[in-house]
Structures are given as C-alpha cells and as structure tokens.
T-cell receptor, first 116, second 111 residues
Framework: NAGVTQTPKFQVLKTGQSMTLQCAQDMNHNSMYWYRQDPGMGLRLIYYSASEGTTDKGEVPNGYNVSRLNKREFSLRLESAAPSQTSVYFC???????????????FGPGTRLTVT | SQELEQSPQSLIVQEGKNLTINCTSSKTLYGLYWYKQKYGEGLIFLMMLQKGGEEKSHEKITAKLDEKKQQSSLHITASQPSHAGIYLCGADGHTGNQFYFGTGTSLTVIP
C-alpha cells in the first residue's frame, strides 16, 4: 500500500499563477485534510473533508479551494498564487472522527511550494 | 480557536540523556495527540491521550495528560539519534472537525 501520496513534490510559481496540488489515499479513509507548515507556526489546517462529498474550511482557508473528487482523492487549488503562500503543504487522511475525537491521521510526504 | 503552546522550541541533548517536551492548551482538551516529524518528511502518529491523568508509553517515549486536561508532557528516556526530529502536539477543535497543531519542538540528539 502506498498510503497517502502527494504530487508534485516541489513547485515554483510566479505570483498570480494557479496550480492544483493532488492528494490520494488508498486506505479507504473517510476524512482527508490539507495543512500548511511554516517555520515557527507548526501545521495549520487549510480545509478538510469529513466524508466524500463534503468540505469545510479550516483555520487558514483564504486563497485556497478544494475538491473531494471521490473517496480517494482530495485536491487543493491555488487560483492566484501569492508569496505568502510559500510553504510546505501536507495532505492527511484518517478513518474519521468519533465523539469529537479524530482517529490517527496519516500524512503524505509534502509538497514544497515557492511563490516568487 | 484552539491554541497549543509547546516548550521548549528546540532541544539539543547528548545521546542517553532524558528529556521532556511540554504542550499547553488554551482550552480543555477532548483529546491530545503526539506526532513526530522527521526532517523533510510527513508526520507520524505516536499516541493519543483522552482522559485526565492518563499516561501512555511506546518504547522509550511516555506521554501524560494532566488531570485538568490542559497540559501534556512527552518524556523520552535514554535518548537515541533515532529520536531526533520535530515533535508536535495536536488537538481537536471544539466545533466541527477542526484540528490544531502546536508550534513544534525540534529535537537534536548528539551521538
């Protein structure tokens, strides 16, 4: 099993360009997440999908859109990239939640995005 | 929103030494999660604590959640170079399915 895969691994964009980060999981998980990691700020949730067909905003959703294409795939789109979106992006998946508690999240290897 | 403060921000220890990382929440926790991140890689789940006073161990790593469920500590006994990385605590939000991570603690173990 591949677990959680992300493409691309690295990307350089110019301000104003658009791109889509792809994420897929093969564990039949219900929930999927997109995070960004910046120095000194830990990971911050951008968007999540509790189940197929649903998406919700996380802590830092501005400038991003997501699509839960099917149970396996969850993509993150930057419509007009800005230097402030330079970051490492992680996708994660989990079985889901129960009683307000999140089951173990499995993370992809990350995408390193630079916006110049 | 949930705020998780970790201390120290970074730690450099000699191999074989014990160390402790702390995580403090601004709100009472439903559950507190510990993850480890090797440099340049994704996060790996270590353990989850749910009940006040709970303690869990995995190999040489022990995590505790205080009775008030607002503080957790991660203790590593006899550290090894394989313990090096970034340790992050995480918590469920109080609304929806939000999830929050602390700022992380970078651990270096010198052989």
């Amino acid at each position: 099993n591949a677990g959680v895969t992300q493409t691309p691994k690295f990307q350089v964009l110019k301000t104003g360009q658009s791109m889509t980060l792809q994420c897929a999981q093969d564990m039949n998980h219900n929930s999927m997440y997109w995070y960004r990691q910046d120095p000194g700020m830990g990971l911050r949730l951008i968007y999540y999908s509790a189940s197929e067909g649903t998406t919700d905003k996380g802590e830092v959703p501005n400038g991003y859109n997501v699509s839960r294409l099917n149970k396996r795939e969850f993509s993150l789109r930057l419509e007009s990239a800005a230097p402030s979106q330079t970051s490492v992006y992680f996708c994660a998946s989990s079985v889901g939640t129960s009683g307000g508690l999140t089951y173990e999240q499995y993370f992809g290897p990350g995408t390193r995005l630079t916006v110049t | 929103s949930q705020e998780l403060e970790q201390s120290p921000q970074s730690l450099i220890v000699q191999e074989g030494k014990n160390l402790t990382i702390n995580c403090t929440s601004s709100k009472t926790l439903y559950g507190l999660y510990w993850y480890k991140q090797k440099y340049g890689e994704g996060l790996i789940f270590l353990m989850m604590l749910q009940k006040g006073g709970e303690e869990k161990s995995h190999e040489k790593i022990t995590a505790k959640l205080d009775e008030k469920k607002q503080q957790s500590s991660l203790h590593i006994t006899a550290s090894q170079p394989s313990h090096a990385g970034i340790y992050l605590c995480g918590a469920d939000g109080h609304t929806g399915n939000q999830f929050y991570f602390g700022t992380g603690t970078s651990l270096t173990v010198i052989p």
